[in-house]
């Protein structure tokens, strides 16, 4: 049983309801992305944040895209982007899902005119509930571990059983996962989809193309 939620507002669906997307995020070359996508990968996300180990520019990001197929998902990565920034890259950058992971409330998500997901860190005590309904126009939600002054990225896991049941949108479930977690993860939340980065990489940046295959056959 999937959670409720619009599923067709999520612009890397598919026919089949009873399948977990599956997102690889942190892509910084072209050969990983082409990696992702034959390992059976929905969507690819690239990391506009220059904090980040894997930031990317918009010239990297376009050129990686220019060498993907069809029908692969490309996700952005913002945040607290400033309007003139975030301009710029989608000027320049054909991404297809917007992915808020910091402070942006729905009217500067929805500003864009695009399909947006908007992340949440999670700890205890958080109303999980009322966070999502405070973006009615979200296409999903992406629920992340909680970690101070780290807006996502972490590498660690969140108490899953702190997700509620029931919630208004479809949920995307990162924060930890690996190839080893990732059955265990599903089973648990019954997410839409799950978002990886760090537990599928050699070093920071740079992807292990065994670990996105066992990753993604986790899934199978």
């Known amino acids: 049983m999937l959670p409720s939620g619009t599923f ?17 995020c942190g892509i910084t ?9 034959e390992a059976g990968a929905d969507a690819i996300g690239f990391v506009f944040y ?3 180990p894997r930031a990317v520019t918009f010239q ?5 895209i220019k060498a993907l197929p069809p029908f692969v998902t490309t996700v952005g990565l913002f945040v607290n982007a400033s309007r003139a920034e975030l301009g710029e890259i989608l000027e320049a950058v054909p991404l297809d899902l917007l992915q808020f992971h910091g402070d942006e409330n729905a009217a500067e998500c929805e ?13 205890a ?11 009615p126009s979200a296409s999903g939600i992406l629920l992340d571990a909680y970690v101070e002054g780290i807006p996502g990225g972490t590498g660690e896991a969140f108490d899953w059983s702190l ?4 919630l208004s949108k479809p949920i995307i479930l990162a924060g930890g996962l ?36 066992a990753f993604i056959k986790a899934l199978m």
């Open 125 to 135: 005590g958080d109303d999980i509930a009322a966070a999502c309904d405070a973006y």
């Open 111 to 123: 500003h864009w005119h695009r399909p947006y997901i908007k992340a949440l860190r999670v700890k």
């Open 8 to 24: 067709s507002d999520l612009p890397w669906g598919f026919n089949d309801m009873s399948a977990v997307r599956s997102k690889i």
């Open 29 to 37: 070359r072209i050969e990983d992305a082409l990696a992702a996508v």
């Open 163 to 166: 997700i509620p049941q029931g």
């Open 50 to 52: 220059a904090k980040s």
């Open 60 to 64: 990297q990001a376009s050129a990686i």
């Open 178 to 213: 690996t190839p080893d977690n990732v059955a265990e993860a599903v089973a648990r939340v019954q997410p839409y989809a799950v978002d990886v980065s760090g537990g599928v990489e050699a070093s920071k940046g740079v992807k292990d193309h065994a670990k996105i295959q």
